[in-house]
């Protein structure tokens, strides 16, 4: 069975400092990962996917991911966190087939941005 | 285009009562799926829909709950009676065939007291 961590439960970062969300994942196969965010009262918005090619992926809001299969490792980036990014983020798995996948989620890392 | 909605976007009931939570996915998507978050826990699946058929069920926990899409549209999940440990958020998720990107609605706060 697929599973995923994020040790982080919590973070706090100053604005306009650099971020990285870990994730790793457990999986028999090639992944697809994928991490959301859910900003308060709003339902989960996708960031950015990894499905497969290049294993640097670009997503909304100036968010990038690697995917480094060799550690099952699928961290979330950004150079300069704003204010706006706090909120909780969340790394997930999906299983074969993608139209008929489930999603396994992680705890999800709560973000705090200092002033 | 109008997103996945879901309604009322909060619950609080008292234990032994029934509760039903109703999702509107987006429309012409074939699939849909419940999802579960307790209290400090991961989101959690719950089951699948294709249409108006489940295709997978296998996260339901238990018996007290039965979801249900008639006419493969809107669809309803229904807990009875509703136990303390049901609270949590419930999100909904809709997407097209073969589509690798689900699309969450703004998910249903249930308390149960």
């Known amino acids: 069975a697929q599973s995923v961590t994020q040790p982080d439960i919590h973070i706090t970062v100053s604005e306009g400092a650099s971020l990285e969300l870990r994730c790793n994942y457990s999986?028999?196969?090639?992944?697809?990962l994928f991490w959301y965010v859910q900003s308060p009262g709003q339902g989960l918005q996708l960031l950015l996917k990894?499905?497969?090619?290049?294993?640097l992926v670009q997503g909304i809001k100036g968010f990038e991911a690697e995917f480094k299969r060799s550690q099952s490792s699928f961290n979330l980036r950004k150079p300069s966190v704003h204010w706006s990014d706090a909120a909780e983020y969340f790394c997930?798995?999906?299983?074969?087939?993608?139209?008929?996948?489930?999603?396994?989620f992680g705890k999800g890392t709560m973000l705090l941005v200092s002033p | 285009e109008a997103g996945v909605t879901q309604f009322p976007s909060h619950s609080v009931i008292e234990k032994g009562q029934t509760v039903t939570l109703r999702c509107d996915p987006i429309?012409?998507?074939?699939?849909l799926y419940w999802y579960r978050r307790v209290m400090g826990k991961e989101i959690k699946f719950l089951l699948h829909?294709?249409?108006?058929?489940?295709?997978?069920e296998s996260g339901m926990p238990n018996n007290r709950f039965l979801a249900e899409r008639t006419g493969g549209t809107y669809s309803t999940l229904k807990v009875q009676p509703a136990e303390l440990e049901d609270s949590g958020v419930y999100f909904c998720?809709?997407?097209?065939?073969?589509?690798?990107?689900?699309?969450f609605g703004p998910g249903t706060r249930l308390t149960v007291t």
């Open positions: 829909f294709v249409k108006e058929s489940k295709q997978d």
């Open positions: 998720a809709s997407n097209p065939s073969g589509s690798y990107e689900q699309y």
């Open positions: 429309s012409g998507h074939d699939n």
């Open positions: 999986y028999g196969a090639t992944p697809y």
């Open positions: 990894y499905f497969s090619g290049d294993t």
């Open positions: 997930a798995v999906g299983a074969l087939p993608p139209g008929y996948s489930t999603l396994t």
